[in-house]
């Protein structure tokens, strides 16, 4: 079983920046996909950022040039640098990882099958 564990949320200046990490343990051989997602109160659970076993980074298109996904594959941590965050990127952000996805949908939440409980981001107006 895989277990992930969210860490780096919190409440940040608007065009201020967070770093969020994820760090997967237990039986992890396998799980290459990771990705993170986000969910806004009464909306659905959205994409942010995905990576691939190849190493091809997927990103949504209002993540583009304001975040980076890298990981560590020796510590098991993905993480996410968001910068010049705005009020509509606050959400609860989740880590999510599986072992076998298509590559045309490492953004969809249906693909994914371990997730971790989510660290808040805040952006007040």
């Known amino acids: 079983e895989v277990h992930l564990a969210e860490s780096g949320g919190g409440s940040v200046q608007v065009g201020g920046s967070l770093r969020l990490s994820c760090v997967a343990t237990?039986?992890?051989?396998?799980?290459?996909?990771m990705a993170w997602f986000r969910q806004s109160p009464g909306k659905e659970r959205e994409g942010v950022a995905a990576?691939?076993?190849?190493?091809?980074?997927t990103y949504a298109d209002f993540a583009k040039g304001r975040f980076a996904l890298s990981i560590n594959n020796d510590k098991n941590t993905l993480t996410l640098q968001m910068n010049d965050l705005q009020p509509e990127d606050t959400g609860m952000y989740f880590c999510?990882?599986?072992?076998?996805?298509?590559?045309?949908?490492?953004?969809?939440?249906?693909?994914?099958?371990?997730w971790g409980e989510g660290t808040q981001v805040t952006v007040p107006q």
């Open positions: 237990g039986y992890t051989y396998g799980f290459k996909f």
């Open positions: 990576f691939d076993p190849s190493g091809a980074i």
């Open positions: 999510a990882a599986d072992a076998l996805i298509h590559s045309w949908s490492v953004l969809s939440r249906h693909e994914y099958s371990h």
